[in-house]
């Protein structure tokens, strides 16, 4: 079931000022898309700050690509985008940010897979970190596809944090979670020193109990505390 045109463009303007609002993008940074229609996706302009959104400023286009209304030009990593709506169908909405902590583990090439809250376990999962390419580029588009059915989201290498989800509100909660997720992983790692890890059963309990729709390989592992 699609969400409603009018709805979705009234999310994706709040969404993008919580994600200017927490720092997660800067100037023009980061993109937002939503599927509204069997061949229709609404997807954020190029050039604009995420602050300062509008209903009106927002553009439709086919899966294609192809600009069906809308003033200004689609971002331009809309084939990325696009991309994950061709790779599962159940995808409703994609989010992309340059969220401080997890560029930083974008850049250093570190995936997030830390078992410390049932937030991180059951909200995240393992965020593994891409190959870099070009930004806008089709190579960097068809890299996201091997990721989309096993993983809530892909760390971009040297480039920042991709999600999806089942509505623009499930695909900015794992962009939002996973920033947290991270932040408190280099927290415990280089100011604590160390962390207790949920363990594999109690990280299968979680998912159990809150029926998360995570597959085994985007699940988080147990792992010892860090040293």
């Known amino acids: 079931m699609f969400i409603a045109e009018r709805e979705a463009r009234d999310l994706i303007v709040t969404i993008g000022r919580n994600m200017y609002m927490k720092g997660f993008v800067s100037a ?14 609404l997807v954020t302009p190029t ?3 995420k602050g300062l959104l509008t209903p009106e400023s927002l553009l439709t286009v086919s899966l294609e690509g192809t600009v069906l209304s809308g003033p200004g030009t689609p971002t331009s990593e809309l084939a990325m985008h696009l991309n994950v709506y061709r790779a599962d169908d159940a995808i409703m909405s994609t989010c992309h940010t340059h969220a401080l902590h997890l560029t930083a583990y974008a850049c250093a090439g570190i995936e997030l897979a830390a078992p410390t809250t049932p937030a991180a376990v059951c909200v995240v999962g393992r965020l593994p970190v891409s190959p870099y390419h070009c930004s806008g580029s089709p190579a960097l588009a068809a890299s996201v596809i091997p ?3 096993d993983f809530h989201g892909v760390n971009l290498g040297n480039h920042g944090p991709f999600t999806w989800g089942k509505s623009p509100i499930e695909a900015w909660y794992r962009m939002e979670a996973a920033e947290s997720a991270c932040e ?16 594999m059963d109690q990280i299968r309990e979680l998912v159990a109990f809150h029926h998360v729709d995570i ?6 592992k147990a792992r010892q505390g860090c040293v």
């Open 28 to 41: 023009n940074d980061g993109n937002m898309t939503v599927r509204v229609g069997e061949n229709t996706v």
């Open 215 to 220: 597959t085994e390989k985007g699940m988080c």
């Open 147 to 149: 990721y989309v059915r």
């Open 47 to 49: 050039g604009v700050s």
């Open 184 to 199: 408190l992983d280099m927290l415990l790692k280089h100011t604590i020193g160390k962390y207790n890890p949920l363990t």
